[in-house]
């Protein structure tokens, strides 16, 4: 498969990097369906490209389309800001965030896919895109393609696949600093709406962040949920002298754990990924849908051993901010855990994967992404354990995966009907 991105980093570095400043950019309006693009995935009609995809027990392989969704996305960015001025100061795309990904069709099965994606907020540097995969019929195969897009965009239905929002950013490929890119216009009602829905994703994610584990302490109602699991914790034991200070109950009085619960620590699983130039673009820097997959593998990985199955599938990813670029030759350190497993009969798990990247020559370690995401299974035979934090580290840990959970519930909800959702 050949991504229009193909040609216009191809023109993207064929142009110098300017030795002096370069005069300002010539800033044009663009409408959203200016940057509309879309890529077909024939799974169905093309055994040479289901080969690329297929996973082991015959389903698309979910991380592969991870990477091409992230391609997708620098692609539809680097349309938007083109201005059409060939002597233009060459411009570097960077993946800031994904701010979220969900899964509805779930077994799709092997189909024709279609990916497709636009444009649909834009800041001084920055832009929000929209993409979403769907089965492709044969009778839309079938249809001409209207060389302007389709009539309805961001619009989801009883087809669509997945749906996610890309945070791209523009930067200076000489200085590395922030450029600014072309305004956004809208042109009906319905663009209108999806400027004003990103706006409003923009200030929820910002009210979320203010209220993160990480700058704020528990609420009271989750401070007697940390108590209740410390109750529940103390009577076990944990295996070691740290464990057993700690309690309140000697090592002979503590209990063994029974067979429905597990402690987190338990769950941990880990990879290393040598960072080679095949995965890189064209500024030397490992490409961020490369990261989703191998973090979303392992994720995979750990929550199938966890589960003795393999059976379980995405539901859905949390938003991941890509804190630091990853570069050739460097050693990609991945690391996982199941954070939430209420246990039998729930069927769904948050994993929670980080990213440090290793600089081999010296030996310095920097934390470059944060994935969470959900997993779930729909095997009824399946009676999972029940995870159980044992320092109050893991207890945060699973403190923000319940908050995850219950917040991605609403995201869930929120898309269907912002996005008008026709089932």
Request: glycine share 4%.
């Amino acid at each position: 498969m050949r991504f229009w991105m193909d040609k216009i980093l191809e023109d993207e570095m064929q142009k110098p990097i300017p030795t002096t400043p370069p005069k300002p950019r010539v800033l044009i309006e663009r409408t959203m369906m200016d940057s509309y693009m879309e890529e077909e995935l024939p799974f169905k009609t093309s055994p040479e490209l289901l080969e690329e995809y297929i996973f082991s027990d015959g389903r698309i392989r979910t991380g592969k389309l991870l990477e091409d969704l992230d391609a997708l996305a620098g692609a539809i960015a680097y349309k938007h800001i083109d201005n059409g001025d060939p002597e233009a100061a060459p411009v570097t795309i960077v993946t800031a965030s994904v701010d979220r990904l969900d899964l509805f069709l779930l077994e799709a099965g092997i189909e024709n896919y279609k990916l497709s994606g636009h444009v649909t907020y834009v800041g001084n540097s920055s832009m929000e895109i929209f993409i979403k995969a769907e089965i492709e019929t044969e009778d839309e195969r079938s249809k001409p393609k209207r060389p302007q897009g389709p009539e309805n965009l961001g619009i989801l239905n009883k087809n669509t696949i997945l749906a996610t929002r890309f945070t791209m950013v523009a930067i200076d490929s000489a200085t590395k600093k922030p450029v600014k890119i072309n305004p956004l216009v809208t042109t009906s009602p319905a663009e209108e709406r999806l400027f004003e829905i990103a706006e409003i994703n923009k200030k929820r994610k910002k009210r979320y962040a203010e209220i993160s584990l990480d700058r704020q302490p528990p609420t009271p109602e989750e401070r007697l949920a940390v108590h209740d699991v410390y109750l529940k914790y103390s009577q076990y034991s944990g295996g070691s002298k740290e464990d057993a200070f700690a309690s309140s109950q000697s090592q002979e009085e503590s209990q063994e754990l029974p067979s429905h619960l597990v402690w987190m620590r338990n769950t941990n699983l880990e990879s290393n990924f040598l960072m080679q130039p095949q995965d890189r673009n064209i500024h030397n820097n490992i490409f961020g849908g490369y990261l989703m997959r191998r973090a979303f593998e392992l994720a995979y990985a750990d929550a199938a051993l966890f589960m003795k199955s393999t059976s379980p599938y995405l539901l859905s990813m949390d938003e991941v901010i890509f804190r630091k670029p990853v570069h050739v030759g460097t050693l990609l350190n991945l690391r996982s855990s199941i954070t939430l497993c209420e246990g039998y009969p729930h069927r769904s798990v948050q994993v929670r994967v980080v990213a440090e990247v290793v600089d081999i020559e010296k030996s310095t370690r920097e934390t470059t992404n944060v994935f969470h995401f959900t997993l779930r299974t729909d095997d009824e035979k399946l009676k999972l354990r029940q995870t159980l934090p044992r320092t109050y580290g893991e207890t945060i840990l699973w403190l923000d995966a319940k908050r995850r959970r219950k917040y991605g519930v609403h995201a869930r909800d929120t898309m269907m009907r912002e996005t008008e959702f026709n089932i």
